[in-house]
């Protein structure tokens, strides 16, 4: 099956990468070794895939088009290629885990699944290494941002909890086929040994995180009204008058430790 023979599907959010140079920069980011598990998300016609597989002694992909599935197992000339067809959304990465080591995660993400899947995997992250995702820019960064700028949100501060982010470069729409309208970029994702600031709830930062940026531009006097008060505020070092984009993690850990004393 020919590039030209797939056509990409919008309801899977298919741009396939064909940039030699692009991939090979990719390759160099990752720097695989032999004993490496590997495991990629979205292969989509191999183009990350070959490399990868000059390299390793064994890869497992996730592919949910059924479509490509031929065209990426007759790419395995050497049994070293286990091709699992399923959506990554719902997949247990973890059961591919073997020995000691643990997983890298690699993948050309599609843009309209990839905020659920990001916390898919933060939910796995006991079995993973790290992740070098091929993500829309303003995706990157968002998971990238610092308090205080505009890109700065629910996501970054949550995935800040659960792992390090690192933007290493700019892709371009021409290295796709078909091109987006937007641009890419690798991010690179390693998870913290130990969360980087003590939580009582997890669940609770959550919630707290997402009621606070749903309403990015009140104060917090009034976003926590009935949760906890000004004075209560002013107690816990927060001035009551900032706004979400103004608190680093630290500053969320606390808010959301009081609420869980609270209840």
């Not at 396939?16 to 495991?39: W, Y």
């Not at 000059?54 to 050497?78: G, P, S």
């Not at 939910?123 to 308090?147: G, S, Y």
Request: glycine letters at 6%; aromatic letters at 6%.
């Amino acid at each position: 099956m020919t590039r030209s023979s797939h056509r990409p599907r919008k309801r899977f959010g298919q741009n396939f990468l064909h940039d030699p140079g692009v991939i090979r920069r990719i390759i160099d980011a990752i720097a695989p070794r032999p004993d490496d598990p590997l495991v990629e998300i979205g292969p989509g016609q191999g183009a990350l895939t070959r490399p990868l597989l000059e390299t390793v002694k064994h890869l497992d992909v996730v592919e949910l088009d059924r479509d490509l599935l031929a065209q990426l197992e007759a790419l395995d000339v050497n049994g070293k290629l286990s091709v699992h067809n399923a959506d990554a959304l719902r997949f247990d990465f973890c059961q591919l885990r073997t020995g000691e080591a643990k997983l890298r995660l690699i993948g050309n993400l599609p843009y309209n699944i990839s905020t659920p899947l990001l916390f898919h995997l933060m939910e796995q992250l006991e079995c993973i290494a790290d992740m070098h995702f091929m993500l829309q820019k303003e995706v990157v960064d968002r998971l990238t941002a610092v308090p205080g700028t505009k890109a700065y949100g629910r996501l970054g501060v949550m995935l800040h909890y659960y792992c390090r982010a690192e933007r290493l470069f700019i892709v371009p729409p021409g290295a796709f086929h078909p091109a987006p309208k937007v641009e890419s970029a690798i991010v690179r994702l390693i998870p913290h040994p130990r969360p980087p600031v003590a939580v009582n709830d997890v669940q609770q930062l959550a919630w707290l995180v997402n009621r606070l940026f749903s309403q990015r531009r009140k104060m917090l006097r009034h976003s926590l009204k009935g949760y906890l008060s000004e004075a209560r505020l002013q107690e816990l070092g927060i001035d009551p008058t900032e706004r979400p984009e103004q608190l680093d993690l630290a500053a969320f850990a606390t808010l959301a430790n009081a609420l869980t004393t609270k209840n």
